[in-house]
């Protein structure tokens, strides 16, 4: 049984960071993408970024390339999202999720496990 659990959010100013964690659990995830999904309210789940947990290449969404950064520490298990000036936009339920795959993709509908997401909320 897979298990994801999110860590690290929280309240942060406008240009500010945080750093999310998703600890995983009950696989080896060799041949798994792992994925950074947010929600904001009244939205729908969009896609932030996904690693290919065996080689660590990645698929950072264009728009927040420049500010949020994910990577993997695969003796710890877990993947992480750096977020860096931060913005108001930002705010919303992160959520992580995985699925044995060998090409990263974007769509949510996609991936079997998730998290149960952790909020994250930008003041101005």
């Known amino acids: 049984q897979v298990q994801l659990v999110e860590y690290g959010g929280g309240l942060v100013q406008a240009g500010g960071s945080l750093r999310l964690s998703c600890v995983a659990s009950g696989r080896t995830f060799t041949n798994y993408v792992m994925g950074w999904f947010r929600q904001a309210p009244g939205m729908e789940r969009e896609f932030v970024a996904a690693?290919?947990?065996?080689?660590?290449?990645?698929n950072d969404d264009d728009a927040v390339k420049s500010r949020l950064t994910i990577s993997r520490d695969n003796d710890k298990n877990t993947m992480y999202l750096q977020m860096n000036s931060m913005k108001p936009e930002d705010t919303a339920v992160y959520y992580c999720?995985?699925?044995?795959?060998?090409?990263?993709?974007?769509?949510?509908?996609?991936?079997?496990?998730w998290g149960q997401g952790t909020q994250v909320t930008v003041s101005s």
């Open positions: 999720a995985a699925k044995q795959a060998v090409v990263i993709t974007t769509a949510s509908r996609e991936y079997d496990y």
């Open positions: 690693i290919k947990w065996s080689t660590g290449s990645t």
